[in-house]
């Protein structure tokens, strides 16, 4: 081995990913790798290039900057860069320059893409950089989360349905489906031998030309993983997550007791907040829905314990908040009798986006029938909001600062004032009307007519889509809303204050990605109101490149886990949740992570920036 291999072997051994790799595998890489220096201005490439190596910081400093000149990151020893470009089409969205003089390990792209295929350390830690349709799901299993310390038994589907070895595939087969079940277990003298699933059928049967007389003995997955009932669902998760198996079979002293597939630990997953949406259906009083609604933090906690990803807690805590809303609309309509005219309780923000976390503030309006005559109808719509909007206070969603809900009269019009408002918007696009339309430009509606609300979503959309001066200054709003990144490439944090030394990761994460997607909606009259949604129609749409959305939604569910992840530690802790996240809570690669992240934001928004220029 020449001293120039052993130089290599030593340092990367010493830094992430590097460091997962067994010696002989560092020792061939450095035998391909070549050394590049690159003084104080130089370019290692431009934006657009298709890079042929991998590159590792061995010295000195570099700056990753967007078509703008704005830094991206900031590259030091140690550091590595251009796997993103590798991972995806070979072409780089970023320029990376020297800041001092700096020397680079360069591995050619054929090796780092072998390291990748051969060996799952290497390749986990760039799983964030990956294209989302190639990314694993990955599972964040706690022992502390309310899903993972429950036994078996208490999710397991109990008394399985068994055949014997003998009994043929077409039989066994016409079981399933008359049971409406993917799996059957095969038991010999009471005893489990094995597990046929309908994935057996179709791989080991079907494909494979062989007759479905043969038995069930011949292509059943013999002797199978099992745990018993009184095993924690811990247990059960990390042990089909390591072997790649969606059913596992429960035993009773080797009896055949239940089974646990994926679909049960997602109804469990979700099982607390149907219990809560049941419970506030049953009850009148404020204080006892607000009982209820005091478990969602600890519904937060659980689901992001149990790895559900960040959309999916987002749509359903705000599920239970659409619940709470329409059942406060119902006790309303009781005490005050029926509306006089045809009403919509639409909500915006969070709420109309369906992304609600454990922080959340009210905000919502009413749009009336043009039949609403304000000396006949005002103070029943008045004490409507009232009853409604004092109702989500006590429960916990408080009253919005800028005074945006339904209590307010100027968003509890007619249909006609509504329409009004958002010609006006449009026409006249001032800072304030830049706001309003952000805002209502979310609006998704609750209950009541929704007709009401149809006409004027499409109408608005059109009219926002002809206007290219709306449109500039919805561009220009959105760009307000910068990453936590400084000059040198690192976090800017919060300096003073009660949240000194951290990030905002709302206002400097969630809040720049919403407001892209909305513009990129508005550009392809979308009518989806949820981030996530959007920028998926908007790539259909053409709105957005389909790299640039790719990279938007993974920013989005990362910071999104991140921001959840801290809520949920602060729950944990009896604190409340709030956005502010300290960045030396995390990991190394966790930080990278969110550095390249925040990154992705600020390509993006000087993209769309120099295109509306």
């Given at each position: 081995m020449t001293t120039a291999v052993e130089d290599f072997v030593?340092?990367?051994?010493?830094?992430?990913?590097?460091?997962?790799?067994?010696?002989?595998?560092?020792?061939?890489?450095?035998?391909?790798?070549?050394?590049?220096?690159?003084?104080?201005?130089?370019?290692?490439?431009?934006?657009?290039?298709?890079?042929?190596?991998?590159?590792?910081?061995?010295?000195?400093?570099?700056?990753?900057?967007?078509?703008?000149?704005?830094?991206?990151?900031?590259?030091?020893?140690?550091?590595?860069?251009?796997?993103?470009?590798?991972?995806?089409?070979?072409?780089?969205?970023?320029?990376?320059?020297?800041?001092?003089?700096?020397?680079?390990?360069?591995?050619?792209?054929?090796?780092?893409l072998e390291l990748i295929r051969k060996h799952k350390a290497f390749s986990d830690y760039f799983d964030r950089v990956r294209p989302s349709a190639e990314r694993k799901a990955a599972v964040s299993l706690e022992p502390t989360n309310m899903l993972a310390s429950s036994t078996v038994a208490e999710i397991m589907t109990a008394d399985p349905i068994t055949v014997a070895p003998a009994v043929s595939v077409r039989e066994a087969?016409?079981?399933?489906?008359?049971?409406?079940?993917?799996?059957?277990?095969?038991?010999?003298?009471?005893?489990?031998?094995?597990?046929?699933?309908?994935?057996?059928?179709?791989?080991?049967?079907?494909?494979?030309?062989?007759?479905?007389?043969?038995?069930?003995?011949?292509?059943?997955?013999?002797?199978?993983?099992?745990?018993?009932?009184?095993?924690?669902?811990?247990?059960?998760?990390?042990?089909?997550?390591?072997?790649?198996?969606?059913?596992?079979?429960?035993?009773?002293?080797?009896r055949p007791a239940g089974i646990i597939t994926q679909t049960n630990l997602v109804r469990r997953q979700s099982l607390s907040a149907v219990f809560m949406i049941s419970d506030i259906g049953k009850h009148r009083a404020i204080d006892d829905l607000a009982a209820v609604v005091g478990k969602v933090p600890q519904l937060l906690a659980q689901l992001v314990g149990s790895g559900m990803e960040p959309f999916k807690v987002g749509h359903l805590v705000t599920t239970i908040t659409d619940a709470l809303t329409k059942r406060l609309l119902t006790l309303a309509i009781e005490n005050l009798g029926p509306a006089p005219v045809p009403y919509l309780w639409l909500a915006c923000g969070s709420q109309g986006r369906r992304e609600q976390t454990g922080v959340s503030d009210q905000d919502n309006c009413l749009i009336l029938s043009d039949d609403y005559v304000e000396a006949e109808h005002g103070d029943y719509f008045a004490a409507l909001a009232k009853f409604v909007s004092d109702g989500l206070d006590a429960c916990g969603y408080f009253y919005c600062p800028g005074d945006m809900m339904a209590t307010n009269p100027r968003w509890r019009q007619p249909l006609k004032v509504w329409r009004r408002y958002f010609r006006g918007w449009i026409d006249q696009p001032d800072p304030m009307a830049q706001m309003l339309s952000s805002v209502m430009f979310d609006l998704r509606p609750i209950a009541g007519d929704t007709s009401l609300f149809e006409g004027l979503q499409r109408e608005t959309l059109e009219l926002a889509k002809k206007n290219s001066i709306f449109r500039a200054h919805m561009i220009a709003n959105s760009l307000?809303?910068?990453?936590?990144?400084?000059?040198?490439?690192?976090?800017?944090?919060?300096?003073?204050?009660?949240?000194?030394?951290?990030?905002?990761?709302?206002?400097?994460?969630?809040?720049?990605?919403?407001?892209?997607?909305?513009?990129?909606?508005?550009?392809?009259?979308?009518?989806?109101?949820?981030?996530?949604?959007?920028?998926?129609?908007?790539?259909?749409?053409?709105?957005?490149?389909?790299?640039?959305?790719?990279?938007?939604?993974?920013?989005?569910?990362?910071?999104?886990?991140?921001?959840?992840?801290?809520?949920?530690?602060?729950?944990?802790?009896?604190?409340?949740?709030d956005n502010y996240m300290a960045p030396g809570s995390l990991s190394a690669l966790e930080r990278r992570h969110l550095k390249d992240a925040f990154g992705v934001i600020t390509t993006l928004q000087s993209a769309l920036s120099a295109r509306s220029a």
């Open positions: 030593r340092f990367a051994a010493r830094h992430a990913p590097f460091d997962a790799l067994p010696e002989d595998v560092l020792q061939a890489t450095g035998e391909l790798a070549m050394l590049r220096e690159v003084e104080a201005g130089d370019v290692v490439f431009e934006i657009g290039e298709r890079l042929a190596c991998f590159y590792l910081v061995r010295r000195g400093v570099l700056d990753a900057q967007s078509p703008e000149g704005q830094p991206i990151a900031r590259l030091s020893t140690g550091e590595s860069f251009g796997a993103r470009a590798l991972l995806r089409d070979g072409i780089t969205s970023a320029r990376v320059i020297a800041v001092e003089s700096s020397e680079l390990v360069c591995i050619p792209a054929t090796a780092f087969a016409g079981i399933m489906r008359a049971k409406n079940i993917s799996c059957v277990l095969v038991e010999e003298e009471g005893k489990l031998t094995g597990i046929l699933t309908a994935g057996d059928l179709a791989g080991r049967v079907v494909a494979e030309g062989r007759s479905p007389e043969i038995a069930v003995a011949e292509v059943m997955t013999a002797y199978p993983y099992t745990l018993e009932p009184g095993d924690l669902v811990f247990e059960a998760m990390l042990l089909m997550s390591e072997n790649g198996i969606g059913h596992l079979p429960i035993t009773d002293d080797g307000k809303h910068t990453p936590p990144i400084g000059f040198l490439g690192g976090f800017a944090l919060i300096r003073s204050g009660e949240h000194k030394d951290t990030v905002d990761l709302k206002h400097g994460g969630i809040v720049p990605i919403v407001d892209l997607a909305r513009v990129y909606a508005l550009a392809g009259s979308i009518e989806d109101v949820n981030t996530r949604d959007r920028l998926i129609a908007a790539r259909k749409a053409h709105t957005v490149s389909e790299s640039g959305a790719d990279d938007l939604i993974d920013a989005f569910d990362f910071i999104s886990k991140m921001r959840l992840e801290h809520q949920a530690r602060q729950i944990r802790a009896g604190q409340k949740p």
